[in-house]
Nanobody, 121 residues
């Protein structure tokens, strides 16, 4: 089955950096579109950004542009979220998401269980 596991969250000072990782299994990772979402307490879940299955295209919400970078390593079935210049309002649970289609599975839209990022002094 499709599985995603996030890691790398923690407590960081404002202005600091953190890199999240999402390791995957159960599907052809190189054919998937990978996204990072986040959800703060009392807030709706929002998509932070995504990267296409080729890695040739990516996009981000305005609030993180220039600070966050999504990358993927297809050889390791892993997607990363590099975060810098972190702000307190970046505090949230961050989720990894995989979307795609392949023979034997069909269309899939799967989530990891999330990793907590807390930005605070």
């Amino acid at each position: 089955q499709v599985q995603l596991v996030e890691s790398g969250g923690g407590l960081v000072q404002p202005g600091g950096s953190l890199r999240l990782s999402c390791t995957t299994s159960g599907f052809t990772f190189s054919s998937s579109t990978m996204s990072w979402y986040r959800q703060a307490p009392g807030k709706e879940r929002e998509r932070v950004g995504y990267i296409t299955w080729t890695g040739a295209d990516s996009a981000y919400i305005d609030s993180v542009k220039g600070r966050f970078t999504i990358s993927r390593d297809n050889a390791k079935n892993t997607v990363f979220l590099q975060m810098s210049s972190l702000k307190p309002d970046d505090t949230a649970v961050y989720y990894c998401n995989a979307k795609g289609w392949e023979s034997g599975i069909g269309y899939y839209d799967e989530w990891g269980q999330g990793t907590q990022v807390t930005v605070s002094s």
